[in-house]
Nanobody
Framework: QVQVVESGGGLVQPGGSLRLSCAASITNLNAVTVGWWRQAPGQPRELVAGIGNGITDYGHSVKGRFTISKDSAKNTVYLQMNDLKPEDTAVYYC?????WGQGTQVTVSS
């Protein structure tokens, strides 16, 4: 079973930036699609960004502000989040193949 560990969450002011990391115990990160998802209290989990097969895609609400990237040598996928807004507050989860991490909390507040 693939282990997935997210890190990098925290409290940030509106307009600030955070970079989330997703480390996966997988031999070939290029062979799977990786997605960053988020879930706010009382809301369904939504896809924020995905990367796989040389393609990246983003949810409408984060386009132009978030960037997903990966370092295959480190088996790590990153989510750079800029110009953060209070509505970005959520638990952020990484999904690698069919495996979920435990999530990392992102809170955007002044």
């Amino acid at each position: 079973q693939v282990q997935v560990v997210e890190s990098g969450g925290g409290l940030v002011q509106p307009g600030g930036s955070l970079r989330l990391s997703c480390a996966a115990s997988i031999t070939n990160l290029n062979a799977v699609t990786v997605g960053w998802w988020r879930q706010a209290p009382g809301q369904p989990r939504e896809l924020v960004a995905g990367i796989g097969n040389g393609i990246t895609d983003y949810g409408h609400s984060v386009k132009g502000r978030f960037t997903i990237s990966k370092d295959s040598a480190k088996n790590t996928v990153y989510l750079q989040m800029n110009d953060l807004k209070p509505e970005d507050t959520a638990v952020y989860y990484c999904h690698v193949g069919n495996n979920w991490g435990q999530g990392t909390q992102v809170t955007v507040s002044s």
